[in-house]
Protein backbone atom coordinates (compact mmCIF):
# COMPACT_ATOMS: atom_id res chain seq x y z
CA UNK A 1 0.00 0.00 0.00
CA UNK A 2 1.11 3.38 -0.70
CA UNK A 3 2.59 6.37 0.65
CA UNK A 4 2.28 7.04 4.13
CA UNK A 5 2.40 5.11 5.80
CA UNK A 6 0.64 5.91 2.81
CA UNK A 7 0.71 5.00 2.89
CA UNK A 8 -1.39 2.15 -1.14
CA UNK A 9 -1.00 1.26 -0.61
CA UNK A 10 -0.88 1.17 -2.50
CA UNK A 11 -0.59 1.47 0.04
CA UNK A 12 0.67 4.21 -1.41
CA UNK A 13 -0.37 2.54 1.26
CA UNK A 14 0.67 0.07 1.70
CA UNK A 15 1.40 -0.31 4.40
CA UNK A 16 1.31 -3.14 7.06
CA UNK A 17 -2.34 -2.22 6.07
CA UNK A 18 -3.26 -5.96 6.46
CA UNK A 19 0.25 -6.32 8.25
CA UNK A 20 1.89 -8.84 10.08
CA UNK A 21 3.22 -8.79 13.72
CA UNK A 22 6.11 -6.31 14.14
CA UNK A 23 9.01 -5.55 16.69
CA UNK A 24 7.91 -2.04 18.56
CA UNK A 25 9.74 -0.03 20.67
CA UNK A 26 8.75 -1.44 24.63
CA UNK A 27 7.22 1.75 26.16
CA UNK A 28 8.78 3.51 28.68
CA UNK A 29 8.26 6.57 30.74
CA UNK A 30 7.16 9.50 29.82
CA UNK A 31 6.39 13.17 31.39
CA UNK A 32 2.50 12.50 31.73
CA UNK A 33 1.70 16.15 31.83
CA UNK A 34 -1.29 18.32 29.83
CA UNK A 35 0.88 18.40 26.49
CA UNK A 36 -1.52 19.78 24.18
CA UNK A 37 -4.31 19.68 25.64
CA UNK A 38 -6.06 23.26 25.77
CA UNK A 39 -8.54 22.43 28.07
CA UNK A 40 -7.47 20.51 30.20
CA UNK A 41 -9.54 17.58 30.73
CA UNK A 42 -7.45 14.81 30.64
CA UNK A 43 -3.20 14.19 30.50
CA UNK A 44 -1.22 12.83 28.42
CA UNK A 45 -0.58 9.04 28.57
CA UNK A 46 3.43 8.74 28.00
CA UNK A 47 5.82 7.98 25.90
CA UNK A 48 4.74 5.24 23.68
CA UNK A 49 1.37 4.14 25.89
CA UNK A 50 -0.64 3.52 22.81
CA UNK A 51 2.05 1.07 21.07
CA UNK A 52 0.13 -2.51 21.10
CA UNK A 53 -1.69 -1.26 23.95
CA UNK A 54 -4.85 1.16 24.66
CA UNK A 55 -4.37 4.57 26.11
CA UNK A 56 -7.26 6.50 27.52
CA UNK A 57 -9.68 3.69 27.29
CA UNK A 58 -13.41 5.50 27.30
CA UNK A 59 -16.76 4.44 25.82
CA UNK A 60 -17.62 8.16 26.11
CA UNK A 61 -19.92 9.41 22.95
CA UNK A 62 -19.71 12.93 21.58
CA UNK A 63 -17.14 15.58 20.23
CA UNK A 64 -15.76 16.33 17.11
CA UNK A 65 -12.45 14.50 15.91
CA UNK A 66 -10.34 16.77 14.43
CA UNK A 67 -7.74 15.24 12.13
CA UNK A 68 -5.07 17.49 10.09
CA UNK A 69 -2.62 16.40 7.06
CA UNK A 70 -0.07 17.91 4.42
CA UNK A 71 -1.30 15.12 1.85
CA UNK A 72 -4.55 14.72 0.23
CA UNK A 73 -6.12 11.08 -0.99
CA UNK A 74 -5.21 9.86 -4.00
CA UNK A 75 -8.82 8.91 -3.77
CA UNK A 76 -11.55 8.29 -1.34
CA UNK A 77 -13.52 6.00 -3.71
CA UNK A 78 -13.11 2.80 -1.82
CA UNK A 79 -12.08 0.93 -5.50
CA UNK A 80 -9.85 3.85 -6.19
CA UNK A 81 -8.19 5.18 -3.05
CA UNK A 82 -4.56 3.36 -2.37
CA UNK A 83 -2.99 5.25 0.35
CA UNK A 84 -2.58 3.58 3.77
CA UNK A 85 -4.39 6.53 5.88
CA UNK A 86 -7.04 6.59 3.27
CA UNK A 87 -7.72 2.53 4.15
CA UNK A 88 -8.07 3.63 7.75
CA UNK A 89 -10.40 6.44 7.85
CA UNK A 90 -12.16 4.76 4.53
CA UNK A 91 -13.95 2.58 8.35
CA UNK A 92 -15.72 5.49 8.79
CA UNK A 93 -17.83 5.16 5.83
CA UNK A 94 -17.06 1.56 4.62
CA UNK A 95 -17.80 -1.53 5.54
CA UNK A 96 -16.78 -5.17 4.28
CA UNK A 97 -18.13 -8.89 4.15
CA UNK A 98 -15.01 -8.92 6.37
CA UNK A 99 -12.59 -6.87 8.02
CA UNK A 100 -9.32 -6.81 10.85
CA UNK A 101 -10.44 -6.86 14.48
CA UNK A 102 -10.34 -4.04 16.66
CA UNK A 103 -7.62 -4.77 18.69
CA UNK A 104 -3.71 -3.53 19.43
CA UNK A 105 -1.09 -4.68 17.52
CA UNK A 106 -0.97 -8.07 16.30
CA UNK A 107 -4.29 -9.18 17.16
CA UNK A 108 -5.77 -6.63 14.74
CA UNK A 109 -4.45 -8.86 11.88
CA UNK A 110 -7.06 -11.41 12.26
CA UNK A 111 -10.05 -11.19 10.28
CA UNK A 112 -13.80 -11.20 11.72
CA UNK A 113 -17.45 -10.79 9.96
CA UNK A 114 -18.36 -7.93 9.35
CA UNK A 115 -21.45 -7.30 6.39
CA UNK A 116 -21.35 -11.01 6.41
CA UNK A 117 -22.72 -13.39 9.52
CA UNK A 118 -19.24 -15.45 9.74
CA UNK A 119 -16.17 -15.28 8.08
CA UNK A 120 -17.27 -17.31 5.02
CA UNK A 121 -17.52 -20.79 3.89
CA UNK A 122 -14.94 -22.36 1.51
CA UNK A 123 -15.13 -25.34 -0.64
CA UNK A 124 -12.57 -28.19 0.51
CA UNK A 125 -10.59 -27.22 -2.64
CA UNK A 126 -9.89 -23.79 -1.83
CA UNK A 127 -12.00 -22.50 -4.53
CA UNK A 128 -15.54 -21.45 -3.41
CA UNK A 129 -16.40 -18.86 -0.64
CA UNK A 130 -19.92 -18.73 0.22
CA UNK A 131 -20.89 -15.80 2.41
CA UNK A 132 -24.64 -15.13 4.48
CA UNK A 133 -25.49 -10.91 4.93
CA UNK A 134 -26.04 -9.95 8.49
CA UNK A 135 -30.08 -8.84 8.80
CA UNK A 136 -30.53 -5.12 9.66
CA UNK A 137 -27.21 -3.80 7.33
CA UNK A 138 -28.32 -0.91 5.32
CA UNK A 139 -27.04 2.10 3.58
CA UNK A 140 -27.34 5.60 4.83
CA UNK A 141 -30.73 6.67 3.21
CA UNK A 142 -31.89 3.66 4.68
CA UNK A 143 -32.29 1.19 2.22
CA UNK A 144 -30.94 -2.71 2.96
CA UNK A 145 -27.48 -3.46 1.59
CA UNK A 146 -27.60 -6.40 -0.42
CA UNK A 147 -25.37 -9.16 -2.45
CA UNK A 148 -25.50 -7.21 -5.53
CA UNK A 149 -24.10 -4.00 -4.21
CA UNK A 150 -21.49 -6.18 -2.56
CA UNK A 151 -20.47 -7.59 -6.03
CA UNK A 152 -21.77 -4.19 -7.91
CA UNK A 153 -18.67 -2.55 -5.88
CA UNK A 154 -16.52 -5.53 -6.61
CA UNK A 155 -17.01 -5.28 -10.03
CA UNK A 156 -15.70 -1.39 -10.61
CA UNK A 157 -12.48 -2.53 -10.09
CA UNK A 158 -12.84 -3.60 -13.32
CA UNK A 159 -12.96 -0.08 -14.69
CA UNK A 160 -9.37 0.78 -14.84
CA UNK A 161 -10.04 3.34 -17.83
CA UNK A 162 -12.20 4.95 -15.57
CA UNK A 163 -11.33 4.58 -12.05
CA UNK A 164 -7.72 3.64 -11.62
CA UNK A 165 -5.25 3.84 -8.90
CA UNK A 166 -6.96 0.89 -6.65
CA UNK A 167 -5.41 -2.38 -5.54
CA UNK A 168 -6.60 -5.52 -8.37
CA UNK A 169 -5.54 -8.75 -6.08
CA UNK A 170 -9.46 -9.24 -6.48
CA UNK A 171 -9.61 -8.81 -10.61
CA UNK A 172 -6.43 -10.98 -11.18
CA UNK A 173 -7.52 -13.23 -9.01
CA UNK A 174 -11.45 -14.01 -9.97
CA UNK A 175 -10.82 -13.36 -13.79
CA UNK A 176 -6.88 -13.94 -14.56
CA UNK A 177 -7.51 -13.99 -18.65
CA UNK A 178 -9.73 -10.34 -18.15
CA UNK A 179 -12.53 -11.79 -19.67
CA UNK A 180 -14.67 -9.30 -17.63
CA UNK A 181 -14.89 -5.51 -19.11
CA UNK A 182 -16.36 -3.87 -15.65
CA UNK A 183 -20.23 -2.53 -15.31
CA UNK A 184 -19.66 0.43 -17.25
CA UNK A 185 -19.03 -2.13 -20.08
CA UNK A 186 -21.22 -4.97 -19.23
CA UNK A 187 -23.74 -5.78 -21.57
CA UNK A 188 -26.00 -7.54 -19.19
CA UNK A 189 -29.63 -5.73 -18.24
CA UNK A 190 -28.58 -5.55 -14.24
CA UNK A 191 -24.28 -4.74 -15.04
CA UNK A 192 -23.72 -7.63 -12.88
CA UNK A 193 -21.96 -10.14 -15.73
CA UNK A 194 -19.04 -10.96 -13.64
CA UNK A 195 -19.15 -14.83 -13.59
CA UNK A 196 -16.75 -15.23 -10.51
CA UNK A 197 -19.19 -13.79 -8.47
CA UNK A 198 -22.87 -15.03 -7.86
CA UNK A 199 -25.58 -13.36 -5.85
CA UNK A 200 -28.48 -16.23 -5.95
CA UNK A 201 -31.02 -14.16 -3.70
CA UNK A 202 -30.14 -10.99 -1.54
CA UNK A 203 -28.69 -12.23 1.43
CA UNK A 204 -25.65 -14.42 -0.17
CA UNK A 205 -22.89 -14.08 -2.73
CA UNK A 206 -20.59 -17.08 -3.58
CA UNK A 207 -17.19 -16.23 -4.68
CA UNK A 208 -16.03 -18.68 -7.30
CA UNK A 209 -12.32 -18.58 -8.07
CA UNK A 210 -10.29 -20.39 -10.84
CA UNK A 211 -7.34 -20.71 -8.74
CA UNK A 212 -6.96 -21.07 -5.15
CA UNK A 213 -5.40 -18.22 -3.73
CA UNK A 214 -4.53 -18.61 0.79
CA UNK A 215 -4.88 -14.88 0.94
CA UNK A 216 -8.99 -14.18 -0.61
CA UNK A 217 -9.74 -13.50 2.44
CA UNK A 218 -7.17 -10.69 3.04
CA UNK A 219 -8.01 -9.24 -0.35
CA UNK A 220 -12.16 -9.24 1.20
CA UNK A 221 -11.37 -7.18 3.63
CA UNK A 222 -9.59 -4.55 1.52
CA UNK A 223 -12.12 -0.94 1.24
CA UNK A 224 -11.79 -1.81 -2.74
CA UNK A 225 -13.97 -5.05 -1.27
CA UNK A 226 -16.74 -2.68 -0.15
CA UNK A 227 -20.51 -2.05 -1.65
CA UNK A 228 -21.46 0.49 -3.98
CA UNK A 229 -25.15 0.83 -5.38
CA UNK A 230 -25.72 1.47 -8.90
CA UNK A 231 -27.96 4.08 -8.61
CA UNK A 232 -25.55 6.29 -5.94
CA UNK A 233 -22.58 5.50 -9.04
CA UNK A 234 -21.15 8.49 -9.91
CA UNK A 235 -18.20 6.71 -11.80
CA UNK A 236 -14.71 8.71 -11.97
CA UNK A 237 -16.23 11.66 -9.33
CA UNK A 238 -17.70 8.69 -6.58
CA UNK A 239 -14.37 9.76 -4.36
CA UNK A 240 -16.16 13.28 -3.78
CA UNK A 241 -19.05 12.04 -1.64
CA UNK A 242 -18.82 8.36 -1.40
CA UNK A 243 -22.52 6.71 -0.44
CA UNK A 244 -21.62 5.48 3.30
CA UNK A 245 -22.33 2.04 4.38
CA UNK A 246 -20.65 2.88 7.50
CA UNK A 247 -21.31 4.82 10.61
CA UNK A 248 -20.78 7.89 9.35
CA UNK A 249 -21.79 9.69 6.09
CA UNK A 250 -20.27 12.70 3.91
CA UNK A 251 -22.00 15.83 5.11
CA UNK A 252 -18.91 18.41 2.93
CA UNK A 253 -15.60 17.89 0.89
CA UNK A 254 -13.45 20.20 -0.51
CA UNK A 255 -10.26 18.63 -2.19
CA UNK A 256 -7.59 19.54 -0.94
CA UNK A 257 -9.33 21.78 1.76
CA UNK A 258 -11.00 19.66 4.22
CA UNK A 259 -13.89 17.09 4.79
CA UNK A 260 -16.95 16.59 7.29
CA UNK A 261 -18.37 13.43 8.21
CA UNK A 262 -21.44 13.05 10.35
CA UNK A 263 -23.32 10.59 11.98
CA UNK A 264 -25.50 7.80 10.11
CA UNK A 265 -28.58 7.58 11.51
CA UNK A 266 -29.01 4.32 9.47
CA UNK A 267 -26.00 2.21 10.31
CA UNK A 268 -27.46 0.11 13.22
CA UNK A 269 -24.26 -0.53 15.81
CA UNK A 270 -26.17 -3.65 16.67
CA UNK A 271 -24.08 -4.88 13.25
CA UNK A 272 -21.29 -3.90 13.38
CA UNK A 273 -18.75 -5.45 16.30
CA UNK A 274 -15.76 -3.63 15.33
CA UNK A 275 -16.02 0.44 14.86
CA UNK A 276 -16.80 2.34 18.17
CA UNK A 277 -18.35 5.28 16.38
CA UNK A 278 -17.74 7.22 19.75
CA UNK A 279 -17.37 11.27 18.07
CA UNK A 280 -20.39 12.90 16.96
CA UNK A 281 -18.54 14.07 13.89
CA UNK A 282 -14.67 13.63 12.07
CA UNK A 283 -13.23 16.62 10.25
CA UNK A 284 -10.33 16.61 8.33
CA UNK A 285 -8.08 19.89 7.13
CA UNK A 286 -5.72 20.14 4.97
CA UNK A 287 -2.54 22.30 4.83
CA UNK A 288 0.45 22.75 2.19
CA UNK A 289 2.78 23.88 5.11
CA UNK A 290 4.09 20.54 7.16
CA UNK A 291 5.70 22.49 9.96
CA UNK A 292 3.37 24.52 10.61
CA UNK A 293 0.58 21.51 10.72
CA UNK A 294 3.00 20.13 13.31
CA UNK A 295 3.00 23.47 15.59
CA UNK A 296 -1.18 23.27 15.40
CA UNK A 297 -1.04 19.66 16.92
CA UNK A 298 0.96 20.76 19.23
CA UNK A 299 -0.83 23.46 20.40
CA UNK A 300 -4.11 21.23 20.78
CA UNK A 301 -6.03 22.56 17.75
CA UNK A 302 -6.02 19.14 15.95
CA UNK A 303 -5.95 15.26 17.14
CA UNK A 304 -3.71 13.70 15.23
CA UNK A 305 -2.04 13.78 12.07
CA UNK A 306 -4.30 11.85 9.44
CA UNK A 307 -0.99 10.87 7.34
CA UNK A 308 0.72 9.60 9.98
CA UNK A 309 4.13 9.55 8.90
CA UNK A 310 5.12 11.45 11.95
CA UNK A 311 6.48 14.71 12.90
CA UNK A 312 8.85 16.92 10.57
CA UNK A 313 12.37 17.63 11.80
CA UNK A 314 11.10 21.03 12.64
CA UNK A 315 9.72 19.47 15.53
CA UNK A 316 11.06 16.32 16.07
CA UNK A 317 13.34 17.64 19.20
CA UNK A 318 10.60 19.94 20.68
CA UNK A 319 8.20 17.12 21.04
CA UNK A 320 10.65 14.60 22.41
CA UNK A 321 12.19 17.44 24.96
CA UNK A 322 9.00 18.29 26.18
CA UNK A 323 5.88 16.42 25.47
CA UNK A 324 6.91 13.18 25.03
CA UNK A 325 3.86 12.07 26.90
CA UNK A 326 2.31 12.77 23.77
CA UNK A 327 4.24 10.99 21.18
CA UNK A 328 4.45 7.44 20.42
CA UNK A 329 7.15 6.00 18.28
CA UNK A 330 6.24 2.78 16.43
CA UNK A 331 7.74 0.36 13.92
CA UNK A 332 5.22 0.75 10.88
CA UNK A 333 5.56 -2.31 7.70
CA UNK A 334 6.74 0.50 5.37
CA UNK A 335 9.78 0.28 3.84
CA UNK A 336 10.89 3.94 2.43
CA UNK A 337 12.85 3.48 -1.02
CA UNK A 338 14.26 4.51 -4.56
CA UNK A 339 12.98 3.00 -7.33
CA UNK A 340 14.53 2.95 -10.94
CA UNK A 341 12.00 2.68 -13.63
CA UNK A 342 13.77 0.54 -16.66
CA UNK A 343 12.00 2.75 -19.32
CA UNK A 344 14.51 5.91 -18.42
CA UNK A 345 17.55 3.75 -17.26
CA UNK A 346 17.50 0.25 -18.75
CA UNK A 347 21.28 -0.41 -18.56
CA UNK A 348 21.47 -2.34 -15.30
CA UNK A 349 24.77 -1.68 -14.39
CA UNK A 350 24.35 2.01 -14.45
CA UNK A 351 21.27 1.25 -12.16
CA UNK A 352 23.87 -0.90 -9.73
CA UNK A 353 26.12 2.15 -9.90
CA UNK A 354 23.17 4.82 -8.36
CA UNK A 355 22.93 1.59 -5.51
CA UNK A 356 26.65 1.40 -4.92
CA UNK A 357 27.22 5.78 -4.85
CA UNK A 358 24.21 5.87 -2.19
CA UNK A 359 25.03 6.63 1.04
CA UNK A 360 22.85 4.96 3.47
CA UNK A 361 23.65 6.79 6.40
CA UNK A 362 22.88 10.21 5.53
CA UNK A 363 19.42 9.12 3.57
CA UNK A 364 18.50 7.83 6.95
CA UNK A 365 19.67 10.61 8.82
CA UNK A 366 17.67 12.79 6.16
CA UNK A 367 14.40 10.79 7.26
CA UNK A 368 14.72 11.16 10.88
CA UNK A 369 17.48 8.87 11.97
CA UNK A 370 17.24 5.66 13.57
CA UNK A 371 14.07 6.75 15.62
CA UNK A 372 12.52 9.18 13.39
CA UNK A 373 13.09 7.12 10.17
CA UNK A 374 13.78 3.49 10.97
CA UNK A 375 16.91 1.05 10.59
CA UNK A 376 19.12 1.13 7.43
CA UNK A 377 17.06 -1.59 4.57
CA UNK A 378 18.84 -3.76 2.67
CA UNK A 379 16.37 -5.47 0.73
CA UNK A 380 12.47 -5.55 -0.39
CA UNK A 381 11.09 -7.36 2.07
CA UNK A 382 9.82 -6.54 5.76
CA UNK A 383 11.54 -8.35 8.44
CA UNK A 384 8.01 -9.61 9.93
CA UNK A 385 7.07 -11.71 6.67
CA UNK A 386 7.46 -14.81 5.85
CA UNK A 387 10.69 -15.55 3.71
CA UNK A 388 12.33 -11.99 4.79
CA UNK A 389 15.58 -12.19 5.95
CA UNK A 390 17.29 -9.28 7.76
CA UNK A 391 20.99 -10.37 6.80
CA UNK A 392 20.29 -10.06 3.01
CA UNK A 393 22.43 -7.35 1.80
CA UNK A 394 23.62 -7.46 -1.89
CA UNK A 395 24.90 -4.31 -2.09
CA UNK A 396 26.68 -4.14 1.27
CA UNK A 397 24.58 -1.19 2.16
CA UNK A 398 23.94 -2.31 6.24
CA UNK A 399 27.77 -0.57 7.06
CA UNK A 400 25.72 3.30 5.86
CA UNK A 401 29.08 4.06 3.55
CA UNK A 402 29.09 4.26 0.22
CA UNK A 403 31.32 2.42 -2.47
CA UNK A 404 32.11 4.37 -4.70
CA UNK A 405 34.72 2.14 -6.09
CA UNK A 406 31.91 -0.17 -7.09
CA UNK A 407 30.05 2.31 -8.22
CA UNK A 408 32.49 3.80 -10.53
CA UNK A 409 33.13 0.03 -11.94
CA UNK A 410 29.35 -0.36 -12.46
CA UNK A 411 29.66 3.13 -14.64
CA UNK A 412 32.14 1.71 -17.00
CA UNK A 413 30.02 -1.48 -17.34
CA UNK A 414 27.23 0.49 -18.43
CA UNK A 415 29.22 2.65 -20.82
CA UNK A 416 29.11 5.63 -18.38
CA UNK A 417 32.24 6.27 -17.16
CA UNK A 418 32.24 9.97 -16.27
CA UNK A 419 28.34 9.56 -15.18
CA UNK A 420 25.06 10.26 -16.77
CA UNK A 421 22.35 12.62 -16.26
CA UNK A 422 18.78 11.83 -14.54
CA UNK A 423 15.87 13.01 -12.58
CA UNK A 424 14.27 12.12 -9.28
CA UNK A 425 10.88 12.39 -8.58
CA UNK A 426 9.41 13.41 -5.68
CA UNK A 427 6.31 14.73 -3.85
CA UNK A 428 6.08 18.19 -3.46
CA UNK A 429 4.40 18.16 0.13
CA UNK A 430 6.66 15.62 1.99
CA UNK A 431 9.62 17.39 3.35
CA UNK A 432 10.89 14.09 4.75
CA UNK A 433 11.06 12.84 1.46
CA UNK A 434 12.29 15.75 -0.31
CA UNK A 435 15.48 15.74 2.09
CA UNK A 436 15.49 12.29 0.94
CA UNK A 437 15.83 13.42 -2.58
CA UNK A 438 18.48 16.03 -2.14
CA UNK A 439 20.85 13.46 -0.06
CA UNK A 440 21.16 11.01 -2.64
CA UNK A 441 21.56 13.28 -5.15
CA UNK A 442 24.33 14.79 -3.32
CA UNK A 443 25.92 11.34 -3.02
CA UNK A 444 25.67 10.59 -6.61
CA UNK A 445 27.20 13.39 -7.33
CA UNK A 446 30.71 11.96 -6.02
CA UNK A 447 30.74 9.48 -9.26
CA UNK A 448 29.26 11.95 -11.74
CA UNK A 449 25.63 10.72 -11.89
CA UNK A 450 23.70 14.27 -12.57
CA UNK A 451 20.15 13.82 -11.04
CA UNK A 452 17.58 17.00 -10.73
CA UNK A 453 15.10 17.11 -8.57
CA UNK A 454 11.59 17.28 -9.96
CA UNK A 455 8.39 18.05 -7.33
CA UNK A 456 5.12 16.81 -8.77
CA UNK A 457 1.65 16.73 -6.51
CA UNK A 458 1.26 13.72 -4.06
CA UNK A 459 -1.71 14.14 -4.70
CA UNK A 460 -1.52 13.05 -8.69
CA UNK A 461 0.19 9.78 -7.84
CA UNK A 462 -1.58 7.66 -9.71
CA UNK A 463 -1.47 9.72 -12.97
CA UNK A 464 2.12 10.83 -12.65
CA UNK A 465 4.43 7.99 -11.37
CA UNK A 466 1.59 5.85 -11.72
CA UNK A 467 1.74 6.20 -15.57
CA UNK A 468 4.39 4.80 -17.48
CA UNK A 469 4.28 7.12 -20.46
CA UNK A 470 4.37 10.26 -17.81
CA UNK A 471 7.26 8.51 -16.34
CA UNK A 472 9.28 8.11 -19.56
CA UNK A 473 8.26 11.31 -21.30
CA UNK A 474 9.31 12.96 -18.09
CA UNK A 475 12.97 11.07 -17.71
CA UNK A 476 11.99 10.08 -13.77
CA UNK A 477 15.34 7.58 -13.96
CA UNK A 478 14.23 7.48 -10.05
CA UNK A 479 11.14 7.23 -8.09
CA UNK A 480 11.18 8.18 -4.36
CA UNK A 481 8.56 6.41 -2.62
CA UNK A 482 7.24 4.11 0.31
CA UNK A 483 5.18 0.62 0.88
CA UNK A 484 3.06 -1.07 3.26
CA UNK A 485 1.59 -4.07 2.80
CA UNK A 486 -1.70 -5.01 1.25
CA UNK A 487 -1.95 -7.81 3.60
CA UNK A 488 0.64 -9.70 5.69
CA UNK A 489 2.60 -11.74 3.38
CA UNK A 490 4.80 -11.84 0.34
CA UNK A 491 1.66 -11.39 -1.90
CA UNK A 492 0.77 -8.28 -0.06
CA UNK A 493 3.70 -6.90 0.19
CA UNK A 494 5.82 -7.65 -3.50
CA UNK A 495 3.06 -8.34 -5.68
CA UNK A 496 2.03 -4.67 -6.70
CA UNK A 497 5.68 -3.69 -7.00
CA UNK A 498 7.37 -6.33 -9.12
CA UNK A 499 5.07 -9.15 -10.59
CA UNK A 500 4.49 -7.45 -14.81
CA UNK A 501 1.44 -8.30 -14.63
CA UNK A 502 0.40 -5.78 -12.30
CA UNK A 503 1.67 -3.13 -14.86
CA UNK A 504 -0.72 -0.52 -15.11
CA UNK A 505 -1.17 2.18 -17.52
CA UNK A 506 -2.33 4.27 -14.58
CA UNK A 507 -2.32 4.16 -11.20
CA UNK A 508 0.49 1.90 -11.73
CA UNK A 509 2.59 1.13 -8.47
CA UNK A 510 5.32 -1.36 -10.26
CA UNK A 511 7.47 2.11 -11.36
CA UNK A 512 10.37 -0.06 -12.56
CA UNK A 513 7.90 -2.11 -14.82
CA UNK A 514 9.63 -5.24 -13.43
CA UNK A 515 8.36 -8.03 -15.91
CA UNK A 516 10.67 -11.54 -15.15
CA UNK A 517 9.09 -14.45 -16.12
CA UNK A 518 10.71 -16.20 -13.41
CA UNK A 519 9.31 -14.10 -11.11
CA UNK A 520 5.85 -13.98 -11.81
CA UNK A 521 6.51 -17.98 -12.04
CA UNK A 522 7.36 -17.80 -8.66
CA UNK A 523 3.89 -16.24 -7.41
CA UNK A 524 2.13 -18.61 -9.43
CA UNK A 525 3.78 -21.23 -7.28
CA UNK A 526 3.68 -18.97 -3.96
CA UNK A 527 -0.02 -18.03 -4.37
CA UNK A 528 -0.66 -21.89 -4.44
CA UNK A 529 0.72 -23.11 -1.70
CA UNK A 530 -1.11 -23.03 1.96
CA UNK A 531 1.63 -23.98 4.18
CA UNK A 532 3.15 -20.23 5.01
CA UNK A 533 6.63 -21.48 5.83
CA UNK A 534 6.70 -22.79 2.59
CA UNK A 535 5.14 -19.81 0.33
CA UNK A 536 7.90 -18.27 2.55
CA UNK A 537 10.33 -19.51 0.92
CA UNK A 538 9.49 -18.58 -2.34
CA UNK A 539 9.11 -15.09 -1.30
CA UNK A 540 12.49 -15.44 -0.43
CA UNK A 541 13.55 -16.59 -3.76
CA UNK A 542 11.33 -13.38 -5.34
CA UNK A 543 12.98 -10.95 -3.15
CA UNK A 544 16.49 -12.41 -4.11
CA UNK A 545 15.66 -12.20 -7.83
CA UNK A 546 14.38 -8.25 -7.22
CA UNK A 547 18.05 -7.24 -5.70
CA UNK A 548 19.90 -8.90 -8.92
CA UNK A 549 18.04 -7.14 -11.24
CA UNK A 550 18.66 -4.19 -9.08
CA UNK A 551 15.44 -1.73 -9.73
CA UNK A 552 15.31 -0.61 -5.57
CA UNK A 553 17.28 1.08 -3.26
CA UNK A 554 15.59 0.16 -0.35
CA UNK A 555 16.33 3.06 2.55
CA UNK A 556 14.80 2.25 5.84
CA UNK A 557 12.16 0.20 7.65
CA UNK A 558 10.42 2.97 9.09
CA UNK A 559 9.87 3.78 12.43
CA UNK A 560 7.58 7.29 12.86
CA UNK A 561 7.19 9.44 15.80
CA UNK A 562 3.22 10.11 16.00
CA UNK A 563 1.48 12.94 17.60
CA UNK A 564 -0.94 12.31 19.77
CA UNK A 565 -3.61 14.92 21.37
CA UNK A 566 -4.41 14.10 25.25
CA UNK A 567 -8.11 14.80 24.45
CA UNK A 568 -8.01 11.35 22.11
CA UNK A 569 -9.55 8.24 23.84
CA UNK A 570 -9.12 3.88 22.90
CA UNK A 571 -5.96 5.52 21.17
CA UNK A 572 -3.82 2.28 20.22
CA UNK A 573 -1.40 1.19 17.13
CA UNK A 574 -2.23 -1.75 14.75
CA UNK A 575 -0.64 -3.90 12.98
CA UNK A 576 -2.97 -3.68 10.25
CA UNK A 577 -2.87 -0.47 9.45
CA UNK A 578 0.84 -0.18 8.93
CA UNK A 579 1.23 0.98 12.89
CA UNK A 580 -1.48 3.70 12.49
CA UNK A 581 -3.96 4.28 15.10
CA UNK A 582 -6.68 2.40 15.14
CA UNK A 583 -9.09 5.75 13.29
CA UNK A 584 -12.23 3.89 13.92
CA UNK A 585 -12.10 3.27 17.52
CA UNK A 586 -11.07 6.53 18.17
CA UNK A 587 -13.05 8.99 20.89
CA UNK A 588 -12.61 12.24 22.19
CA UNK A 589 -12.94 14.16 25.39
CA UNK A 590 -15.07 17.03 24.48
Known amino acids: MTLMSSQRRRIAAGALLAAATMVVTTACGGDGGKSGDKDGKTGASGFNAAVNKVANASDKKGGELKFIGSQEADSWDPQRGYYGFVWDFARYYTRQLVTFKAEPGAASTELVSDLATDTGKVSADGLTYTFTLKDGIAWEDGKPITSKDIKYGIERIWAQDVISGG????QQVLDPKGEYKGPYKDTSADKLGLKAIETPDDKTIIFKLPVANGDFLQMLAMPAASPVRQDKDTKAKYGLKPFSSGPYKWQSYTPNKSIKLVRNDKWDAKTDTVRKALPDSVSVTFTTNADDMDNRLVEGEYDLDINATGVGAAARQKVLQQHKGN?????TG??????????????IDCRKAIIYAADSKSLQTARGGPQGGGDIATNMLPPALKGADAKADPYGKLGGAPDLAKAKDALKKCGKPNGFKTTIAVRNNKKVEIATAESLQNSLKAVGIDAQIDLFDGAQTSGIIGSPKVVKDKGYGIIIMGWGADFPTGQGFLQPLVDGRFILQSGNNNFSQLNDKAINGLFDQALKETDPTKAGELYKQINTKVSEA?????FTHEKNII?????????????????RYDYASLGVVK
Do not use: H, K
Open 563 to 579: WRSSRLTNVYTADAYNG
Open 327 to 331: VDNPQ
Open 167 to 170: PIYL
Open 334 to 347: FIRYAVFPQTVIPN
Open 550 to 554: AVYLP
